[in-house]
């Protein structure tokens, strides 16, 4: 077999410098070493390897940033670092390499980053890669516990002996700030000399062993300089970790004190010199290297120089992408004719490409057109010094940036920089992408130019160009990342010239991947199929880019194509994105088009809750559905990252069945809101199967970065998912597309979803299909309640026209009482049809089906609409009536003028008649000047009327005020509109204060109060939190734990204590668990002892390789499994270790791990050996044996356990949840209906009595007399009765879950089977049994027992359980504070267990409570345990269920830090469960119980996967919105946001911004909470709890350092952790109030739990924002109504007149 260092110089070799830098960039992530001096057996010269090193970036953090968590990124050859370099003079027995991978690892992760002699094939033969000269760096991640060096150092190690490759050994003396050379002896002259007559500047380290002659060394030493510390010599006696130990701290002191810091760069003149080549010497690279330089050289300012140099993108590119959208969508159309609308965009969009084609082609894109139409390599050599040199200078930008942020965010005062800031960073990518986006603008807006105008013939080549570079390997954008638009027809001209390039009709697949931000997208693509996508923290790649791969002829007959398109997108739910308002659109419409270009989809999602793509899925469907174009059926696979436990596939097999059903669910609200009810299910849009369609990937890293390899497990996983994927590809019922089909396909979808509106904005079907229904059934409702009291207007108009006629003499004789009467009888009508439809909206709500649930957040909108409704429609009615009565009142009156007035004129007419037929006989008048006689006589007489007089007067006035020239009133149109007016002005007024300024006029002050009146009313302001201070070391020493972190113990130092040592230690000492274990361990006795007991409560769980195609796996306690064991011994003296061969054989070739065998066979079994040879059994104690049978008693009499819990544990279950129902219906009375509420209320008590009654029925049963007993046993036999049932209960449930997991496996094959399926999955539900169930029943027995008279002697006899429990509790046993099945406090038997808690303890003993929250399977529990030493279940799925409370006692150094005598530590069950997502009232469980928690911790700690916060917004600001509705809440919790499974050093300064981003929102969510409750004193998120980004977040990463279930725990999990506990103790130090007692505690518990179940709306809500937004829409759309119907009615009221001119009364 070759020797690896051969195959390595051998692939260097052949390789081109493209190829060299992949490499060298894979073996750098996997921290293996790689050539810096290439040699060439041929040429016999060595090469710099220069080049093949230029793409390595490294993050880092040395020390002086650990405080304030910052770090450097940059390009490995560009940094200054000191080199170690390692060399062989000789012989050497030592393995030199094997040094340097014990030196550069610590104690818990072994990794070979050099090849040595003791290898695989290591010790063969080297035949080409003698001289070559491999480099590695140690970079350190912060922390001092695990750094081994606290600065950034590169080590350098010469394969082979100096003397033979005297030009590397100089070039290494020259550029290292020290040299180590390893012998045996320096017998030889020549040796001598070599050493001796180097000139340089470095240190010289010499490295012998035991046997070299000290004399010649003494020599060479005095001729080098050289002191006693730089001779070092191994002695035999001297084993390996001290040796090693001593090298590091050598070294150690040469890094911090050497100036010798020289960059890899500028070794090549070094090199030079001493006639070593360099890679980067070719032509190829100089030319391209120049190119590239001439560009990038010119940019100071990167905002600048894009708005200089790259001008036709920006804000004209974003213009664009309106117009093309508004062409497709017409939302601005108002109401403009839609062809001369559509002609103006047209216009718009040729000016914007007119003013496109004005600006000249720069100096920057000509340099970069010539650059890349160079031939041959010197393109690829261009792009890639553009990306680097581009990236560099993003890097050095975006740092300064962040620090210019991270200062301006101290001053609360800089919100204008701090924007401005902000907006830079978002503004400072500058990549090669953005130089071929202008290319792509230069293209199009050429097209808007004559065919024939030399500007645009001069450039229809560069699609060709780009398209060359596509079939290369380089990647197009496909959609613009910063305008979220695709340049069409850019993109389709590309594609058109990479058909032709190729043959005709080449076939492509297409693969793409989907998934939130920082899930891990990219790195998956890199890692499946060899690209190169951008990988970085935070929102690293923007748009969608695509990339061609050639398929070889072999793959080319298994997939019928020629080529595979991958498309690597932007992360959904950006919290830089989701400030904007078309957020959701963006991620919806990236999703449809990725998803619908595809053959197959990866959706990526962080561990393994897939909730958080539900919505961007459901999205798809719907669009789906709604667009004509998208005619075929793409396949999804989901990956979850992050997921090692080989229980994962099989653990959550229920949870994807339950996620499929919910998509199915939303495919049919999707399919009947589109009217294509034949989609019956998810799967009939998209194909996905939960059996085969997702796949568990474990971390990225082996342990934690900068140092830590790619794990072998995560390769693994990523290529059996690519084998299944190319199988899935295989398999395609369709044939592939040739590159002119997918180009079309991609236009017509494009357009598509750009024409798409209404439902890319919207969030959910269901919610969207059941506020349609709703509003669908209101809108009948008010139809029916407005046509019956416009017929009932309309018969009282009748009898107030008919007022004063025979027919109706007897109804009233004085129009008043009449008015007043009929207005009586409206308000009954009215009073009536409102409760008519409050009924209908009781009754709708109570529905099941319809989803209902889910806009439960409406009903109180809606039953606000329905008061108003019945307010608007009797101040229309009353309006009507008084308008009616007065027309009938002054037509009364009109008629008795017009007689008066008839007279009158008579009289007149006839006077004029006498006096004309009187002066006839002296005048004859003329026709003309009888006529002017008569005017005048009718004016004279018409101004002395009254009326007349007072009407000019009226209409006069009116017609100057605001709302008569509004409405263009003038004297003659006036009619009665003065009441209306009034109405306006008080909702003028309202809309012009923003609710808090009243009306001027007395009348609308009135009415505003009136309305007033009705708003809700206030609450009380929150309780201040009391003030604590603390100190660390006392905390630590309370828990016992300041031996395990001040002082960590290596192996040596434990072997170094006797029996004398631990003697010597003080009292106290003595006491603490560490010593306490190491006495045991290191004190002679005469006997051993098998640990059965010790290795009780260990449980594993593995795959066996005939499980591994099912993905299932086998979970068991260890000293039940049948395995076999092999032993290794000893017999007298043994020259090998035999120990150290067994840690190598255990270990893979990735990771070695120092372990012990692990008895791996039945250790009941050896129990019976071990007696038989005198060998002790810790189980033989009589307490141990004794609980063993109590609870063998109980446990064994268990073959069914739903049975089980029916016959023995009755009073739970569904009685118990009947009682919380009613519960919670006696504060909400959601079904009071038209009931009296006291007669409701007792009867829900009289319910209670009855269930209580059955529940008193029930005798005690013998498994809870059994359990009652045991734990009442005096001493340790109670605990170890608990540990006995639990670990019992435990096995009987594993081996339960086991066989019905495989039941629901065999019976999903067939989908008939469903009735089968849902029985199973119902007692999959139902089979799991614990101690707290026997703790439930018990607390139910107690609760019930309260309900009998305290005289009676079953009460009597069960008043000591509270006691008990208390004292379990004291002891440190956890008690369940909600049930997980009921969702429910048992509020009488917790507060009882807590009033005896007090009395045992002594009086007023302080409490702290910290609690965790986050989403299912993100690891909450784990923290916890990790932090606080204590035992809260952990496993995959919904292990924990409802919360547990768990007391720690403090000591008294530490009460005095913390003032308070214990620690209350809550464990939660995760949120957002898919088992509970089915339920209607999921958001409810999950809101009430995240507002109870965070209400009852002083620290809460919010659990989060991955980078990305969005998660957990929801949640949060649903509990901000109850504490601010809540009179209970009194005090400002505290919260931590602790992202678990992140191990990149950059991600708390990368991610800065996106938490201010968060914080933001969660602001603007507080704020419309605030306005909602009338509490608009908080202004923002941190004015109800306390958080801060800066220090308010924690990156932790993965908690196995490797792959389960070999892998051990990660030593930088529990370090992280550890910093995160210190913090934590830190802020209760600080708390601001003093920690409560226990009966305080109790009270607050009581109050907060009572305040929860009075809450309904607001926590089956989702979103206040949501909740604020349609308030204000329903606001304004009131008033328009109100403005309409005011029109209408005035309109209706005006006097008209007549054909012939006579007005009309």
């Known amino acids: 077999m070759p020797n690896p260092l051969d195959i390595i110089t051998a692939l260097f070799l052949c390789s081109d410098g493209f190829v060299q830098q992949e490499i060298a960039l894979k073996m750098s992530m996997c921290q293996f070493s790689f050539p810096l001096l290439l040699p060439n057996c041929d040429t016999n010269q060595c090469t710099l390897m220069l080049w093949a090193m230029r793409d390595i970036v490294k993050k880092y953090r040395p020390q002086s940033l650990s405080e304030s968590k910052g770090f450097i990124e940059d390009r490995i050859v560009l940094s200054e670092l000191p080199m170690i370099s390692f060399v062989r003079l000789g012989e050497c027995s030592s393995s030199k390499s094997e040094i340097l991978n014990k030196l550069l690892s610590n104690s818990q992760q072994y990794h070979d980053t050099f090849v040595h002699r003791n290898m695989e094939c290591g010790d063969s033969p080297r035949a080409i890669s003698n001289g070559l000269t491999e480099i590695t760096w140690y970079l350190p991640g912060g922390n001092t516990n695990i750094d081994i060096f606290s600065q950034p150092v590169a080590v350098a190690n010469l394969r082979g002996d100096i003397e033979s490759f005297e030009t590397q050994y100089s070039f290494l003396c020259q550029t290292s700030a020290a040299v180590f050379v390893f012998f045996d002896d320096l017998d030889s002259e020549s040796e001598r000399s070599l050493l001796t007559n180097q000139n340089h500047k470095t240190q010289i380290f010499l490295v012998g062993n035991g046997e070299s002659n000290y004399e010649v060394l003494r020599t060479v030493a005095n001729k080098l300089g050289l002191n006693n510390n730089n001779i070092i010599t191994k002695k035999k006696q001297k084993n390996d970790a001290d040796f090693i130990h001593y090298l590091q701290c050598i070294i150690r002191d040469v890094v911090e004190n050497s100036a010798m810091k020289i960059p890899v760069e500028q070794m090549a003149d070094i090199a030079h010199k001493l006639g070593i080549l360099v890679d980067e010497d070719s032509p190829e690279c100089q030319t391209a290297k120049r190119n590239a330089e001439a560009i990038t050289a010119e940019i100071q300012d990167i905002l600048k120089y894009k708005e200089d140099q790259l001008p036709r993108q920006g804000e004209i590119w974003k213009e664009l992408t309106w117009l093309q959208r508004e062409e497709c969508q017409l939302q601005k159309i108002g109401s403009k004719n839609i062809e001369d609308y559509k002609s103006e965009l047209q216009k718009k969009k040729k000016e914007l490409r007119k003013k496109q084609n004005s600006y000249d082609m720069s100096t920057a894109m000509t340099c970069f057109i010539n650059a890349i139409s160079s031939p041959g390599t010197e393109r690829f050599y261009f792009l890639k010094w553009m990306r680097m040199n581009l990236d560099n200078m993003s890097r050095v930008k975006l740092s300064d940036l962040r620090e210019k942020y991270k200062e301006k965010r101290k001053n609360p005062e800089n919100k204008e920089e701090i924007k401005e800031i902000d907006r830079q960073i978002s503004n400072s990518s500058l990549g090669t992408e953005h130089f071929f986006r202008e290319m792509g603008q230069i293209y199009e807006a050429s097209l808007s130019l004559p065919q024939t105008d030399p500007a645009r013939q001069q450039l229809q080549h560069l699609p060709k160009l780009c398209a060359e570079l596509l079939l290369d390997g380089f990647p197009l954008e496909l959609v613009d990342g910063d305008a979220s638009n695709i340049p069409l027809r850019w993109v389709s001209d590309v594609l058109s010239q990479l058909s032709d390039l190729v043959s005709p009709n080449r076939k492509i697949l297409v693969v793409t991947v989907l998934g939130v931000q920082s899930t891990g997208k990219s790195t998956l693509l890199n890692t499946m199929f060899g690209v190169q996508f951008a990988v970085s923290s935070g929102r690293c790649t923007r748009g969608a880019f695509m990339l061609l791969i050639k398929i070889n002829e072999d793959m080319k007959k298994v997939l019928n194509c020629d080529f595979i398109l991958i498309i690597d997108t932007e992360g959904l739910k950006s919290p830089e994105l989701a400030q904007l308002y078309n957020s959701y659109e963006h991620d919806n419409e990236l999703a449809t088009l990725v998803i619908g270009l595809s053959d197959v989809t990866i959706v990526n999602i962080a561990m393994e809750n897939s909730t958080e793509m539900k919505d961007i899925l459901q999205i798809v469907v719907h669009a789906f559905l709604r667009m004509k174009e998208v005619g075929k059926k793409p396949r999804c696979v989901f990956v979850h990252q992050n997921v090692s436990d080989v229980s994962a596939h099989e653990k959550n097999s229920r949870d994807r069945k339950l996620l499929l059903e919910q998509l199915n669910e939303m495919t049919q609200a999707a399919a009947r809101m589109e009217k294509k009810e034949e989609n019956k299910s998810f799967t009939d849009v998209m194909e996905y199967s939960p059996d085969t369609g997702n796949w568990y990937i474990p971390g990225l890293w082996n342990g934690n970065p900068p140092m830590a390899p790619v794990s072998v497990g995560y390769s693994e996983a ?170 009938t009142q002054e037509m009364i009156e009109i008629d008795q003028i017009k007689e008066n007035h008839i007279k009158e004129i008579e009289n007149a007419v006839w006077g004029l008649v006498h006096e004309c037929w009187k002066n006839n006989d002296q005048i004859i008048f003329g026709e003309t000047e009888l006529e002017n006689k008569f005017h005048k006589m009718w004016n004279d007489m018409l101004k002395g009327l009254p009326c007349y007089v007072r009407l000019q007067r009226t209409n006069f006035l009116f017609s100057q005020t605001q709302f008569g020239k509004r409405y263009e009133c003038s004297c003659d149109s006036f009619s009665e509109t003065l009441p209306l007016f009034l109405q306006l002005e008080v909702t003028v007024a309202r809309h012009r204060s923003g609710g808090k300024a009243e009306p001027r006029s007395p009348k609308s002050r009135e009415i505003y109060r009136e309305l007033s009146r009705e708003l809700p009313r206030e609450f009380a302001s929150p309780r201040d939190v009391f003030k604590l201070e603390t100190q660390l070391e006392s905390l630590l020493k309370d828990f016992g734990l300041d031996q395990h972190y001040t002082v960590k113990l290596s192996l040596s130092k434990i072997l170094e204590i006797d029996e004398k040592t631990i003697t010597d230690l003080p009292a106290k000492c003595k006491s603490d668990l560490p010593w306490y274990f190491l006495k045991k361990l290191m004190m002679d006795t005469k006997q051993c002892t098998l640990m059965l007991w010790a290795m009780r409560d260990i449980v594993k769980k593995y795959r066996p390789r005939s499980l591994s195609e099912s993905k299932g796996f086998i979970e068991d306690r260890i000293v039940l499994s049948e395995l076999p064991m092999i032993s290794f011994v000893r017999l007298g003296e043994c020259s090998l270790s035999k120990s150290e061969i067994l840690n190598k054989l255990l270990s893979n070739s990735q990771q070695y791990h120092d372990t012990f065998v692990h008895r791996n066979m039945e250790c009941e079994q050896m129990a019976e050996i071990a007696h038989e040879l005198g060998i002790l059994v810790d189980e033989d104690s009589p307490e141990c044996q004794s609980a063993k049978k109590n609870a063998e008693a109980i446990t064994a009499e268990i073959q069914d356990i739903h049975k089980f819990k029916e016959d023995q544990l009755p009073r739970q279950g569904e009685i118990w949840k009947e009682l919380t129902c009613l519960e919670k219906e006696e504060f909400r009375l959601k079904k009071v209906g038209s009931k009296n509420t006291e007669d409701y209320k007792s009867e829900l008590q009289l319910q209670k009595k009855e269930l209580r009654k059955k529940q008193n029925s029930y005798y005690m049963s013998t498994a809870m007399t059994c359990f009652i007993n045991a734990i009442s046993s005096p001493g340790t036999e109670r605990f170890y009765f608990l540990k006995w049932m639990r670990m019992n209960l435990d096995n009987l449930s594993c081996v339960k879950l086991s066989e019905l997991r495989e039941k629901y496996k065999e019976k999903c094959k067939n989908s008939e089977n469903k009735e089968e399926i849902k029985k199973i999955d119902r007692q999959i539900s139902n089979s799991s049994l614990g101690t707290e169930h026997f703790f439930r029943e018990m607390g139910q027995i107690y609760e019930a027992s309260l309900s009998l008279p305290q005289t009676d002697p079953a009460r009597q006899q069960l008043q000591h359980l509270p006691k008990l429990c208390a004292e379990l509790l004291l002891d440190g046993f956890p008690l369940e504070l909600v049930d997980g099945d009921a969702s429910n406090i048992p509020l009488r038997w917790v507060s009882d267990v807590l009033s005896q808690l007090s009395d045992l303890v002594s009086p007023n003993r302080k409490i702290l409570v910290v609690t965790v929250l986050g989403v299912q399977s993100t690891g909450k529990s784990t923290p916890l345990n990790t932090m606080f030493g204590v035992q809260f279940a952990v496993s995959s799925g919904r292990c924990t269920r409802g919360a547990f409370m768990l007391l720690i006692k403090i000591n008294e150094d530490m009460k005095k830090v913390l003032n308070c005598d214990f620690m209350v530590i809550i464990d939660t069950e995760g949120l957002k469960s898919p088992e509970l997502a089915q339920l209607y009232n999921s958001y409810e469980h999950d809101n009430e119980l995240a507002t109870l928690v965070v209400g009852l911790s002083d620290v809460t700690i919010v659990n989060i996967a991955m980078d990305n916060s969005t998660e957990m917004k929801d949640i949060l600001q649903i509990v901000v919105h109850a504490f601010l509705r809540m009179k209970e809440v009194g005090k400002k919790p505290r919260c931590q946001f602790v992202h678990q499974n992140v191990s990149d050093v950059s991600a708390h300064e990368k991610n800065l911004r996106d938490r201010k981003l968060l914080l933001e929102q969660l602001n603007e969510m507080t704020q419309a909470a605030a306005k909602m409750e009338k509490k608009e004193e908080n202004k923002s998120f941190t004015d109800v709890m306390e958080y801060s980004p800066d220090t308010g977040n924690w990156y932790i990463p993965g908690l196995w350092n490797g792959n389960p279930p070999m892998a051990p725990v990660n030593a930088g999990y529990s370090e992280a952790v550890y910093e995160l506990k210190k913090h934590v103790i830190q802020l209760l130090g600080n708390c601001e109030s003093s920690a409560n007692d226990v009966s305080e505690f109790k009270e607050w518990m009581t109050s907060l739990w009572t305040a929860v179940k009075h809450e309904n709306f607001i926590f089956s809500f989702r979103n206040s924002l949501i909740a604020d937004a349609y308030m204000r829409l329903c606001t304004e759309f009131n008033k328009w109504e109100w403005e309409f119907k005011k029109e209408m009615y005035t309109w209706v009221k005006r006097p008209h007149c007549c054909p012939h001119g006579r007005q009309n009364f």
């Open 718 to 887: 990523v290529y059996e998912l690519k084998k299944h994927i190319i199988k899935l590809l295989g398999n395609y019922e369709c044939s592939a597309k040739d590159i002119l089909d997918f180009k079309e396909w991609m236009e017509n979808l494009w357009n598509a979803v750009k024409h798409e509106n209404f439902i890319f904005s919207f969030r959910n079907n269901l919610v969207a299909d059941a506020y349609m229904r709703l509003c669908t059934e209101f809108n009948k409702w008010e139809w029916e309640f407005k046509t019956a009291m416009y017929t009932w207007v309309t018969n009282a108009e009748k009898r107030i026209s008919n007022f004063g006629t025979i027919a109706v003499k007897a109804e009233s004789s004085d129009m008043r009482e009449f008015l007043t009467s009929l207005k009586s009888e409206a308000s009954t009508v009215l009073s009536t049809w409102e409760t008519r439809l409050l009924e209908n909206l009781r009754q709708y709500f109570k529905k099941t089906e319809g989803h209902v649930y889910l806009v439960e957040g409406y009903k109180e909108e809606f039953s606000s609409n329905v008061k108003s409704l019945r307010r608007e429609l009797e101040r229309s009615v009353f309006n009507q009536l008084t308008a009616a009565a007065e027309i």
